[in-house]
Every structure is written in structure tokens, then in C-alpha cells.
């Protein structure tokens, strides 16, 4: 029986089976402390529906105004599934509110005031919300409400039997279209002058029928338009005027009381977790240490045949299996005896497969070298990948930003034109024409540097280095300019070595010499002057440089210039306008061409642009 005890397996029994009740205990007290914390999670749970609703009541409210209110179909039938959604989410969130507070006070959690409180936002908010939407039917859009009640008169006024001139009917659209479009205030006011002072014109006139049919149009005009104006005030035109501040305050007041409420609800909750910690704790400390203390007993008896054991397993692994490996002695015949002479058997089979394993790490080795070289060109082909995403993206935010102002100008002067051709002088014609040309300039310059860039950014631009005299070449350029420069009175100066001759694709270099000359000229005030200059060491680089003492740079725009995802273009002196893309076209080429590009420049003191191009000994004929 003595000898059963004294054996290993019934010591490590012993062992064991302490420790499995030690575990079950903090086990046990673990579950208690876990359930405690699920109901604590069922509150949070409930704080992030809140939030997740509240989000949704900004978003669906964003959505009405964004897309809802110029909608016919929601004034036609009164009602949208934005809407609804929106309501459904109010009442969800109510509902919400008083399973919190009973979830709250369950919990000793205590934040019922503070719902309450809430609760009476949200309600202030869905009626200011109401007003609106009432508001909003009142107003109408397109055929419905006050607004189609405007656009009926508006029609009446321009038919055939109208007492209005067309020019006086051409004068009322453009400021109620002006109202519409920009809400400017100061066209209710020129609408009202111009209505009242036509009402005049009409009662000196001979009241016939047609007088007295326009003037009820004209008078029942003006009344629709001065209730839709009034409307559109209590409204307000942004959520800072209006039904909408007030809108907009109730709902900072939801976010701020749920952001209260969520951080006092935090701070009980950390209060309770704090104290079941601390009581959990206490347990697995006292249960580690009488574990300690009844291991210690047994390990003693345990460890001790086994100590030598151990410090000879870490004598071989130090030297790593290599030199003479001495066998351990075997004393006894129990486990710790059979596992001697097991480990004496095994260490003698390491020695005989280390040499195996060490010839087949270094083939591993070389193929996890080859792996990372596969990664790298990976990364490589991921990251460029990306980078023609980007230019992707950008082509399709500037050519929906920069393509729409030109083509809605465009649109506003035909439409015009189509429908009052009779009423314009040749004078004015001729004015419509020259900003029409304008426009489709502008459009064309735009497109054109958008397929370089594109083309640039592609690699499908094929570069032509050729040597180039850049006297010849730079007097061509500046040449293109001088009826410009004449025009905004700026002095357009060249300076350059006759003997400077450089290697470049032609097309390339005309191309940034004209961008830079002409951002020059643009930036440059009347009265002001633009240098170009060229510096060679004739050994390597020339530098160009195009100065001018125009408006300068800001350090903060400078940032934002060679910057390919970033769209940055400002007007000229001459309200010029550009596309964004000329300068970074020129880096582009600059750097194609084997050079680097640079500015150097102060506000209201003026620019230095400076590129280089690989300078060629040799004598070039123009």
C-alpha cells in the first residue's frame, strides 16, 4: 500500500485533482461575475441601438431634404418611404428609451432622468420636424402647391394674350429663376419693384379684357410668390435659418442628452464592474495561494528526482546537440528510471537526424528567400494598381465638378437664345456668342489636358528626345504671347545664351514652356512684369526660369500644387480661369525629359519657376 503512494502517478493525482478544485472554485465565481456582466451588456446593447438610431434619424432627415423635397411624387401623394422610415425610427428610439430605463433601474444603473429628458427632445424634435414637412407641402415643387400655382401665372403672363412686353416677362423669370436657384433675397426685391411698377403701367392703360386678365395673372403671380418666399424664411434656406436651426439645435440637444446619458450610464457601470472585479479577485488570489502552498508540499517530492534530469537536458540543448553526449546514469526502476534511459535512446537519435536537418534548412532558407521576393513585386504591383485607381477617381470628380458649370452656362445661353431670339439686339447677340466661345473654350483646354494627363499617367505618351536649340525654341513660345501680354499691359522679357542647345522631346518642352508662361501672365497684374532666363553649366543641366512679380503663392496652396490627388486651380488677375492640370503636366514632362522642377515664391511679391533639361554640346541648327 506504502508503495502505491510513493509512486509517481498517484503523487501527480493528488496534485492534480487540488488544483481541478481550486479551478472550479474561481471557475464558479467567474460564472457569477459573467452573468452579472451579460445583464450589464444587455444595457450597452441598448445604448448602441440608440446611437445607431440617432445616426439614422440625421441621415433619413439629410435624405428628405437632399432628395425628397425636389421630388414631384412626394408632393403627389404627400407622403415618401423616406418618410416613413424616419418616423419608424423615432418610434423605434422611444421604444428603445423605455427599455433602457427599465434595463437601467434593474441594473442599479440609475440614468431614468436623464431618459426622460431625452425622451422630451426627441418629441421637441418630430414636431419642429412636422412643421416642416407641413411647410414644405404648402410650398409645393414644379405642379404642385404655391410653386406650381407660380409656374401656371408664369404661363398665363407669356401666352399670346398677355399685356406684358416680353422683355418685362424675360426681366421676371430671370429674378424668379435667380430666387430659385441661388435663394438671393435681393431678387424678391427687384421682382416686387418690377411686378408693382408693370401693375402701375397696366391701370394708366386702356382697361380692356386682356388688361384686366393680366392683371389678375400678374397680381395672382406676385401673391404665389410672396407666400412661397415666406415659406422658404420659415424654413430657412440653410440649418442655420429658420425651422431648420431650430431643427437642427433640437437634434444637437438628442445627440448631447444621448451622449450624457451613455457616459453617466459608462461611469455606474465601471463602478459595478470595478467592485465584482475586485471581489473575483480576491478569490483567485486566495485560491492561487493555498494552491501554491499544497504544490510546493508535493513538488519537493517530485521535482527532486527529476532536477538532474532536467539540468542535463539543458546541457545538451546549450551546446546543441553537438560534441560528446554522455549517457545519464539510471537509478531506479520507476518512471523517472524508465524515462532516463527513453531520453538517453533519444538524444542519440537527435544527434543522427541533425545533419539531415541542418542540409535541408538551408534549401528552406532559399526558398523563403525566393517567397519574400514573390511578396515584394506583389506589394510593388498592389501599390501601382492603387495609384491608377486614384487617377481614376480623380478623372471622374473632375470631369463631374469642372464639366458641369461650363455645360449648365452653355445650356442657360442657348435655351435663352432659343426661346427669345426675336428680343435680342445684334449687339447683344454677338455678346452671348463671345461668352458662349468662352465657355467652349475653357471645355476644350480642360479636355485636352485631361487626355494628357491620362495618356501621361498610362504611359502611352511616347517620349522623342531630339537636340533642340533653345534660343530658337523659347523665342517661338514666348512669341505666342506677346499679344497677350500686350493686352493685360505686361512686359514680356527673354533672356538667353545663343549657344545653349539641350536634348528634350519638342513636344514636351513647348508644352511646359507654354503652361508656365501663360500661369505667368495669368497671375501677373497690369503694369507688371514676366523674365524668362536660361542658366547653363554646359556640362550636364540648364535651367529655365520663369519669373514674373505677380500675386504670388501661399505657402499653404504651395503644398497642394504638385499633388496628383488633389484638384487645385485658382483664377487668374484677369478673372482667367484653369483647369488644375498644367502644372502638374509639366512635372510630369519635366521629369520625363530627365530634370526636376521648382518654385520658389512670395505673396504680392511675385514667382520663380524653375526646370531643368540635359544640356548637349553639340551645335544644333533651328
Not at 463631374?400 to 447683344?428: C, N, R
Not at 480642360?446 to 491620362?454: A, F, G, P
Not at 493686352?487 to 514652356?513: C, G, P, Q, Y
Request: proline residues 2%; charged residues 25%; aromatic residues 10%.
Amino acid at each position: 500500500m506504502l508503495y502505491i503512494f510513493n509512486t509517481l502517478n498517484v503523487k501527480l493525482f493528488f496534485s492534480f485533482f487540488v488544483f481541478v478544485l481550486l479551478t472550479a472554485l474561481v471557475a464558479l465565481t467567474g460564472i457569477f461575475f459573467y452573468q452579472k456582466r451579460d445583464k450589464l451588456g444587455s444595457v450597452y446593447e441598448q445604448l448602441s441601438k440608440l446611437i445607431i438610431n440617432v445616426a439614422n434619424i440625421e441621415r433619413l432627415e439629410t435624405n428628405f431634404f437632399k432628395y425628397d423635397v425636389s421630388d414631384t411624387l412626394f408632393y403627389q401623394i404627400g407622403d415618401c418611404q423616406t418618410l416613413i422610415t424616419h418616423y419608424k425610427t423615432l418610434a423605434e428610439t422611444q421604444s428603445n428609451l423605455k427599455t433602457l430605463k427599465l434595463l437601467s433601474e434593474k441594473n442599479s444603473l440609475d440614468v431614468g432622468n436623464g431618459i426622460d429628458s431625452l425622451n422630451q427632445n426627441i418629441d421637441n424634435y418630430r414636431n419642429i420636424f412636422k412643421k416642416i414637412i407641413k411647410l414644405y407641402k404648402a410650398r409645393g415643387f414644379t405642379n404642385f402647391g404655391l410653386e406650381g400655382e407660380l409656374h401656371k401665372f408664369s404661363e398665363d403672363l407669356s401666352s399670346s394674350n398677355s399685356s406684358i412686353s416680353k422683355l418685362n416677362l424675360l426681366y421676371l423669370n430671370r429674378y424668379e429663376n435667380d430666387y430659385f436657384i441661388r435663394k438671393n433675397i435681393e431678387s424678391v426685391k427687384k421682382l416686387d419693384f418690377l411686378i408693382t411698377q408693370n401693375l402701375a403701367d397696366l391701370n394708366k392703360s386702356p382697361q380692356s379684357e386682356s388688361v384686366i386678365i393680366t392683371k389678375d395673372n400678374l397680381f395672382g403671380y406676385y401673391r404665389s410668390f410672396q407666400k412661397l418666399a415666406s415659406i422658404d424664411e420659415q424654413i430657412g434656406y440653410n440649418y442655420e435659418l429658420g425651422l431648420k436651426k431650430e431643427l437642427n439645435t433640437a437634434f444637437k440637444k438628442i445627440e448631447s442628452k444621448l451622449s450624457s446619458v451613455d457616459l453617466n450610464a459608462q461611469k455606474k457601470a465601471d463602478l459595478l464592474i470595478y467592485s465584482f472585479k475586485s471581489v473575483f479577485i480576491s478569490i483567485l488570489i486566495l485560491s492561487v495561494l493555498i494552491g501554491i502552498v499544497l504544490n510546493y508540499v508535493l513538488a519537493i517530492q517530485l521535482t527532486k528526482p527529476i532536477t538532474n534530469l532536467s539540468k542535463h537536458i539543458n546541457a545538451i540543448v546549450e551546446s546543441g546537440f553537438s560534441g560528446d553526449i554522455k549517457a545519464l546514469p539510471v537509478k531506479g526502476k520507476d518512471e523517472v528510471g524508465r524515462l532516463t534511459r527513453n531520453f538517453n535512446l533519444m538524444t542519440s537519435q537527435i544527434q543522427n537526424t541533425l545533419l539531415d536537418i541542418n542540409k535541408k534548412s538551408k534549401v528552406q532558407q532559399k526558398q523563403n528567400m525566393q517567397l519574400q521576393s514573390i511578396n515584394l513585386k506583389l506589394i510593388s504591383s498592389e501599390n501601382k494598381l492603387k495609384s491608377l485607381n486614384s487617377v481614376k477617381d480623380k478623372f471622374f470628380s473632375i470631369i463631374s465638378h469642372d464639366l458641369k458649370g461650363p455645360l449648365h452656362t452653355l445650356t442657360g445661353f442657348l435655351q435663352i437664345l432659343i426661346k427669345y431670339t426675336s428680343t435680342f439686339t445684334e449687339a447683344e447677340l454677338k455678346e452671348f456668342a463671345e461668352s458662349m466661345d468662352i465657355s467652349v473654350k475653357r471645355l476644350l483646354t480642360m479636355l485636352e489636358n485631361l487626355l494628357q494627363w491620362s495618356r501621361s499617367q498610362t504611359g502611352s505618351i511616347e517620349h522623342k528626345p531630339q537636340n533642340i536649340n533653345l534660343k530658337i525654341l523659347l523665342e517661338e513660345n514666348v512669341n505666342l504671347f506677346v499679344e497677350t501680354a500686350k493686352n493685360k499691359n505686361i512686359s514680356l522679357v527673354l533672356e538667353t545664351d545663343n549657344h545653349v542647345n539641350v536634348r528634350a522631346d519638342k513636344n514636351m518642352l513647348d508644352f511646359i514652356l507654354r503652361n508656365l508662361i501663360s500661369n505667368a501672365l495669368k497671375f501677373t497684374r497690369s503694369g507688371g512684369e514676366v523674365k524668362i532666363s536660361t542658366m547653363s553649366n554646359y556640362e550636364e543641366f540648364t535651367q529655365i526660369i520663369v519669373h514674373d512679380n505677380g500675386i504670388g503663392i501661399s505657402p499653404e496652396d504651395m503644398k497642394k500644387i504638385f499633388q496628383p490627388d488633389i484638384h487645385f486651380s485658382t483664377p487668374g488677375t484677369g478673372k482667367e480661369k484653369g483647369t488644375g492640370f498644367g502644372l502638374l503636366l509639366c512635372k510630369d514632362f519635366v521629369e520625363k525629359n530627365g530634370g526636376e522642377i521648382s518654385i520658389e515664391s512670395l505673396p504680392g511679391i511675385g514667382t520663380n519657376l524653375k526646370f531643368t533639361v540635359p544640356t548637349v554640346q553639340e551645335l544644333v541648327e533651328g
